[in-house]
């Protein structure tokens, strides 16, 4: 791949065997890829695997507009949200499917979760007494469910739920009603993580806290 350094215009598209592209303010111009006959060997499936993770977590988080611009502000390596989260998540997997340790936002210090139960209708969760700063403001609290192991082999490998709510300093207990959705994905896997991120603005900047999931078996909640 090259980079163009010079254009009268922006070229986008392919024209006979090679590619132009543009990667932020990057002009780049390729070799159409050569067909290849597509790996089965076990480190291979493993690799699609995995991506087919990493990509399903990257583009749910970016569909939260609040997770995008902390993704986006974040100083981690990659381009753009999607690539950050790729980056930052993939070596948190766990051979092929996400773990406690990965993040939907990135990682701080501070975990804003002191305790955190959920039931198949309620998921409720005692914040830390030191996540308001006191000149900090919209405060807001976004929640992933993410559902591992189904029980049946026509069930997707892995799904999504998603929670927020704006909370108040000096509240640190809240109760979240799941949807009909995520009350079905309880009955249809064995395991849910739970991922947490508090973001504020303090200085006219975003911030945030998240740090570790919290593990669920299904078979557990009642």
Request: glycine share 4%; aromatic share 10%; hydrophobic share 40%.
């Amino acid at each position: 791949m090259a980079v163009v350094k010079q254009s009268i215009q922006v070229l986008s598209g392919k024209i006979g065997t090679v590619v132009y592209k543009r990667r932020g303010n990057i002009n780049y111009v390729a070799a159409m890829p050569v067909k290849y006959k597509k790996s089965e060997s076990p480190a291979a499936l493993t690799a699609r695997d995995r991506f087919k993770v990493l990509g399903a977590l990257s583009k749910y988080l970016i569909s939260s507009p609040r997770l995008k611009e902390i993704w986006n502000s974040s100083e981690l390596d990659g381009i753009y949200a999607y690539h950050k989260i790729l980056k930052a998540n993939s070596p948190l997997l766990r051979e092929h499917t996400l773990s406690v340790y990965n993040m939907i936002a990135p990682k701080t210090p501070e975990d804003p979760v002191d305790s955190l139960s959920l039931t198949k209708t309620e998921l409720s969760l005692t914040l830390t007494d030191y996540v308001f700063p006191s000149k900090a403001t919209a405060f807001q609290l976004n929640l992933i469910l993410a559902f591992l192991q189904p029980k049946s082999p026509q069930t997707s490998s892995l799904a999504f739920a998603f929670l927020k709510g704006d909370v108040q300093p000096g509240t640190l207990n809240y109760t979240f009603q799941l949807s009909p959705t995520a009350v079905k994905y309880i009955d249809d896997f064995e395991k849910v993580i739970i991922y947490t991120a508090l973001s504020f603005t303090e200085s006219k900047k975003l911030s945030w806290y998240s740090k570790k999931g919290a593990l669920f078996l299904t078979s557990e909640i009642i």
